[in-house]
């Protein structure tokens, strides 16, 4: 069974930079996962943030941003504001029997 | 505006099927394909299975194989989810999520549908 792992908890002041990363059980993430990340806070829907490793929504902030790192994919937050806490979400694509998994969600807190 | 409208909460006892609808405006329906996730109170994120929903094409996540069956109406821009044999593990809110179909970014979530299986 494919597992995708994220850290289960960060914390970061306000200003400050924090990368969250989206292993695959499978081997090293590269661009033909689709890496997809999504923010999600309490009662509401997940919001998109970034598809296919890197691009941003349209209504994605400048200050987060994906790419690949060590075999993992990453969101980086930069200049982190106290609306960005947040339980954050990656998705994968792996084809085969089971297509697209979900990591567990790191809980960010600003602080 | 492209939206994914979902249909109500339902209550099922176990052993029942629950069917959930997502009907999609402002795009061209048979251009995305469409995810459902769900999601268990206080637990993440998780991938049930996609449908092209201009071909009619479908995966499955393992997990569900057997229980789950996503179909699509394209005259009516509604793609529908059903979960057979539910227990109360399945108590969750279930959502779609439009894809695209050349970069595989998800952009669109439906508001949810929350199915509680109780006795």
């Known amino acids: 069974q494919t597992v995708v792992t994220q850290e289960p908890s960060l914390t970061v002041s306000p200003g400050g930079t924090v990368t969250l990363t989206c292993a695959s059980s499978?081997?090293?993430?590269?661009?033909?996962?689709?890496p997809n990340w999504f923010q999600q806070k309490p009662g509401q829907a997940p919001r998109p943030l970034i598809y296919?490793?890197?691009n941003k929504h349209s209504w994605t902030p400048a200050r987060f941003s994906g790419s690949l790192l060590g075999g993992k994919a990453a969101l980086t937050l930069s200049g982190v504001q106290p609306e960005d806490e947040a339980e954050y979400y990656c998705l994968l694509y792996h084809g085969g029997a089971q297509p697209w998994v979900f990591g567990g969600g790191t809980k960010l807190t600003v602080l | 505006q492209i939206q994914l409208v979902q249909s109500g909460a339902e209550v099922k006892k176990p052993g029942a099927s629950v069917k959930v609808s997502c009907k999609a405006s402002g795009y061209t329906f048979t251009y995305y394909p469409m995810h459902w996730v769900r999601q268990a109170p206080g637990q993440r994120l998780e991938w049930m299975g996609w449908?092209?929903?201009?071909?009619?094409?479908?995966k499955y996540s393992q997990k569900f194989q057997g229980r789950v069956t996503i179909t699509r109406d394209t005259a009516a821009s509604t793609v529908y989810m059903e979960l057979g044999s539910v227990r109360s593990e399945d108590t969750a809110v279930y959502h779609c999520?439009?894809?695209?179909?050349?970069?595989?970014?998800?952009?669109?979530w439906g508001q949810g549908t929350t199915v509680t299986v109780s006795s």
């Open positions: 499978t081997g090293a993430v590269t661009t033909a996962y689709y």
């Open positions: 999520a439009r894809a695209d179909i050349t970069t595989y970014g998800i952009d669109v």
């Open positions: 449908i092209n929903a201009g071909n009619g094409d479908t």
């Open positions: 296919s490793t890197s």
